[in-house]
């Protein structure tokens, strides 16, 4: 909210905001500064992936990713091959059970329904526990 309260009290409220001319001059230049950086990186023809989060055979959670059609010709895809899903989830939800990735590639005349995990290396499920700040 930063940006918002530095521009004055109608760009202040959520709720009125984008009534403001200065709004859409602001997002508009966001949208800008992206697509500049989009070009930049060959990013502008995009695949997707689903990531599910699977317990016991079962999908508990997803995610998206996207990522350029000719992911060899991305320079920042090539040097960083690796992809991450956060999943934030309770305990209670990821223990007792099996757990497992299944990526579902949006464009499934490849592949099929199913990214087969041989091609990904050595797909891993990491766990996290947040600490308490009591």
Request: glycine letters at 8%; a negative charge.
């Amino acid at each position: 909210m930063a940006g918002h309260n530095s521009i004055g009290l109608t760009v202040q409220d959520p709720s009125v905001a984008a009534f403001d001319p200065v709004f859409w001059f602001f997002h508009a230049n966001w949208d800008r500064v992206y697509w500049k950086w989009q070009t930049s990186m060959k990013a502008t023809d995009l695949i997707g992936l689903l990531a599910h989060l699977l317990k016991d055979g079962k999908v508990i959670a997803s995610r998206a990713f996207f990522q350029p059609n000719e992911v060899e010709k991305c320079p920042t895809c090539v040097q960083n091959p690796v992809v991450h899903f956060d999943f934030k989830m309770p305990i209670e939800a990821v223990s007792g059970g099996t757990l497992g990735v299944w990526v579902e590639p949006l464009n499934q005349s490849v592949v099929g329904d199913h990214f087969p995990n041989k091609l990904m290396g050595n797909p891993t499920v990491e766990g996290r526990l947040l600490l308490s700040t009591e």
